[in-house]
């Protein structure tokens, strides 16, 4: 089973400055089958990033996703004030489908 | 547009069954897999298992093989979570989620709104 980390926990910064989230997985994810998720306050996930480095359907590109093998990143370039949340990435290519722990995005 | 409605929130007592429920529009159901995702208050997402409508081939998380019966109704594009015996530990927010991709290698693209479960004696 495929443990994923996230690191850090909680990243503090200002709107209009860069982000730069971390997931490691225990074992090498297959395909770079990694999904990049944002969650805020009492809403429902949305996918942001599939495929390690695909952007879904309506997300900005400031959201860039990238890595492979156990060491992938989420880059948000410029935070807007709507980007500050929980996120979380999911491996998909092996089951079970675990998520990593989160990184939460808060102001500074 | 894809949409994935849910079933409104529940209040039980341990030992109860319950079955809650997710019902999918804006494409066909019979073609995708659709999961359950747990998170459990004030933590992280918990992916539990899947359901292909079309024919009910199902794959389960180990942590939840036994504890929850995942299941679907093509005839009205609505999948099921369902449990027979709650317990405290089970109170949690669940979401639905149809996954895009193929059965080894799928992920949620659009998810429901949540359905809260609360089991307190």
């Known amino acids: 089973e495929i443990v994923l980390t996230q690191s850090p926990g909680t990243l503090s910064l200002s709107p209009g400055e860069r982000a730069t989230l971390s997931c490691r997985a225990s074992?090498?994810?297959?395909?770079?089958?990694l999904a990049w998720y944002q969650q805020k306050p009492g809403q429902a996930p949305r996918l942001l990033i599939y495929?390690?480095?695909s952007r879904a359907t309506g997300i900005p590109d400031r959201f860039s996703g990238s890595g492979s093998g156990t060491d992938f990143t989420l880059t948000i370039s410029r935070l807007e004030p709507e980007d500050f949340a929980v996120y979380y990435c999911?491996?998909?290519?092996?089951?079970?489908?675990?998520f990593g722990g989160g990184t939460k995005v808060e102001i500074k | 547009e894809v949409q994935l409605v849910q079933s409104g929130a529940e209040v039980k007592k341990p030992g109860e069954s319950l079955k809650i429920s997710c019902k999918g529009s804006?494409?066909?159901?019979?073609?995708?897999?659709i999961g359950w995702v747990r998170q459990m208050p004030g933590k992280g997402l918990e992916w539990m298992g899947i359901?292909?409508?079309?024919?009910?081939?199902?794959r389960y998380s180990p942590s939840f093989q036994g504890q929850v019966t995942i299941s679907a109704d093509k005839s009205i594009s609505t999948a099921y979570l369902q449990w027979s015996s709650l317990k405290a530990s089970d109170t949690a927010m669940y979401y639905c989620?149809?996954?895009?991709?193929?059965?080894?290698?799928?992920?949620?693209?659009?998810w429901g709104q949540g359905t809260l479960v609360t089991v307190s004696s």
């Open positions: 359901i292909y409508p079309g024919d009910s081939d199902t």
């Open positions: 989620a149809r996954h895009l991709g193929g059965s080894g290698s799928s992920f949620p693209d659009y």
């Open positions: 074992q090498s994810v297959s395909s770079s089958y």
């Open positions: 999911q491996q998909y290519g092996s089951s079970p489908r675990a």
């Open positions: 804006g494409y066909s159901f019979t073609s995708y897999w």
């Open positions: 495929g390690a480095s």
